[in-house]
């Protein structure tokens, strides 16, 4: 095993595997077990049966709550064409995680007197830090995959493996902490999702940073190359979170059951002129069901 370690050091840098450790085995993998449970993730049903919130209407505020992984062609897009000071991932992914320190503080220490749908918003930023980080790290290892493809299986190794105890060590831990109270897992998970503060400060992934970069700027030939593709992930990044909104404010099953019709149609058209009317009829069709 130390070997195993010390060559992959050697190869893609103490600084870069200490990176996926943070982003990939401990947010995703322990407090996020993955994606969906963990930590975090253990505790969104029992937050929502301590409000006495009905089952039918927690699995809607989980699936809302959920809605950044869904939202994850926008990110990559937003990553590779807006930079923050000549970074395209780091400045995002600390973005996301202040967002989630403050949703993991509202959670742990006010939770109790929160409603349901504020609930959700802030589930929402902690998952959405999950979410980034695990899509930009995930594209920084896979560059360092095509220049060091012979190394390849043994990096993936390392961070499946890392998933894998992370995960393992979650399941068997979160007994204990629900035991204290559910709020707890949301305290006990702050220091954790915070831990990956300083590899980015540091630049642990190893992003080229250049001489004089703007605060803020755009990759034109990028975003001109990419135009078509880039829309339609704003499209279906919008498409989400209407869905996202809906299902928090619309408790009407028959409004909820016909959107995802209007949303195929926009979807599969990909014109903007289309999606308008789609969307202008599915309205429609809302205040007529309402």
Not at 160 to 182: D, H, M
Request: glycine letters at 10%.
């Amino acid at each position: 095993m130390k070997d195993y370690i010390t060559n992959l050091n050697e190869q893609f840098g103490t600084e870069f595997m200490g990176m996926l450790f943070f982003a990939q085995a401990i947010i995703k993998g322990f407090v996020w077990g993955g994606g969906a449970s963990g930590w975090a993730g253990t505790g969104i049903n029992f937050l929502f049966r301590e409000m006495n919130v009905p089952a039918d209407r927690s699995q809607v505020l989980k699936a809302v709550a959920m809605t950044p992984w869904s939202l994850k062609s926008l990110m990559g897009f937003s990553s590779d064409l807006f930079p923050i000071y000549g970074l395209h991932k780091a400045p995002l992914m600390l973005i996301a995680t202040i967002l989630a320190g403050v949703g993991y503080v509202f959670l742990g220490f006010f939770g109790v007197n929160l409603g349901e749908n504020i609930i959700t918003f802030f589930l929402f930023l902690i998952i959405l830090q999950a979410a980034m980080c695990d899509l930009l790290t995930e594209a920084k290892y896979a560059e360092k995959l095509k220049s060091n493809p012979d190394h390849g299986p043994a990096l993936m190794s390392f961070v499946w493996g890392g998933i894998f105890v992370a995960q393992l060590c979650s399941y068997l831990s979160v007994g204990a902490v629900l035991g204290i109270s559910t709020y707890s897992l949301y305290i006990f998970c702050l220091p954790l999702a915070l831990t990956i503060i300083y590899p980015l400060m540091k630049n642990w992934l190893g992003e080229e940073i250049p001489a004089h970069p703007p605060c803020c700027g755009v990759a034109e030939e990028k975003l001109k190359k990419e135009s078509k593709l880039f829309s339609l992930s704003i499209l279906m990044g919008g498409i989400s979170i209407t869905l996202a909104l809906l299902g928090m404010f619309d408790e009407n099953p028959t409004v909820r059951m016909v959107l995802p019709i209007f949303i195929v149609i926009a979807a599969i058209t990909g014109n903007t002129r289309h999606t308008h009317t789609c969307i202008s009829t599915y309205f429609t069709c809302t205040q007529i069901l309402h």
